[in-house]
């Protein structure tokens, strides 16, 4: 059982506009920065968001973060078939002292 | 660039300790004020957080691996470790080492990750 909650799954057609959800608590999400990872079949996870809504450089504008209150989400435009990937949030905990992620949102491009 | 490598068995015995080094290149870890930390991942699920060492030597565990953990780091080989006591097969799971820029930080660079397996 993840600290933060993500949706299992999400999927959408080339070009479209995806929003992947994460909800916390006022003890992480709530309190700290929120940041996303992508994780291709296979590899290693990749910092894709940071700070909320800061992409690290050579990550396309296509990606995008936002936090209101306890929730955060991340889009993805012009979807692409490279971007079938596993998503995951991450926040620092206060209480637990350390970082909890969500469980991950498979992402199918159909 | 700064680039992480995780080395250690891949395989482990029931009750024995998983031991996993993190070797850093392209950077010291004990400057610049990183934390680094050691990730996991079970076959098929999402991601945890085994905890982190500070560039001071500092560390951090999850409360629900404490008992087990512990983390060291070794500046003079630019390499900070894992240990895992007590194993079972539920610590079967890939390991990832990873940095962040600072305590609570986005993790910036991961390693490729090693898989570890808990069997007899």
């Known amino acids: 059982q993840s600290v933060l909650t993500q949706p299992p799954s999400a999927s959408g057609t080339p070009g479209q506009r995806v929003t992947i959800s994460c909800s916390g608590s006022?003890?992480?999400?709530?309190?700290?920065?929120v940041n996303w990872y992508q994780q291709l079949p296979g590899t290693a996870p990749k910092l894709l968001i940071y700070s909320n809504n800061q992409r690290p450089s050579g990550i396309p504008d296509r990606f995008s973060g936002s936090k209101s209150g306890t929730s955060a989400s991340l889009a993805i435009s012009g979807l692409q078939s490279e971007d079938e990937a596993d998503y995951y949030c991450?926040?620092?905990?206060?209480?637990?002292?350390?970082?909890?992620f969500g469980g991950g949102t498979k992402l199918t491009v159909l | 660039q700064v680039q992480l490598q995780e080395s250690g068995p891949g395989l482990v015995k029931p009750s024995q300790t998983l031991s996993l080094t993190c070797t850093v290149s392209?950077?010291?870890?004990?400057?610049?004020?990183?934390?680094w930390s050691w990730i996991r991942q079970h076959p098929g699920k999402g991601l945890e957080c085994i905890g982190y060492i500070s560039y001071s030597g500092s560390t951090y565990y999850n409360p629900s691996l404490k008992s087990r953990v512990t983390m060291s780091e070794d500046t003079s080989k630019n390499q900070f470790s894992l240990k895992l006591s007590s194993v079972t097969a539920a610590d079967t799971a890939v390991y990832y080492c990873a940095r962040a820029p600072y305590r609570g930080g986005a993790l910036d660079i991961w390693g490729q990750g090693t898989m570890v397996t808990v069997s007899s």
């Open positions: 991450a926040a620092w905990d206060d209480s637990l002292n350390g970082v909890v």
């Open positions: 006022s003890s992480n999400i709530g309190s700290n920065t």
């Open positions: 392209g950077g010291s870890i004990s400057s610049g004020g990183y934390y």
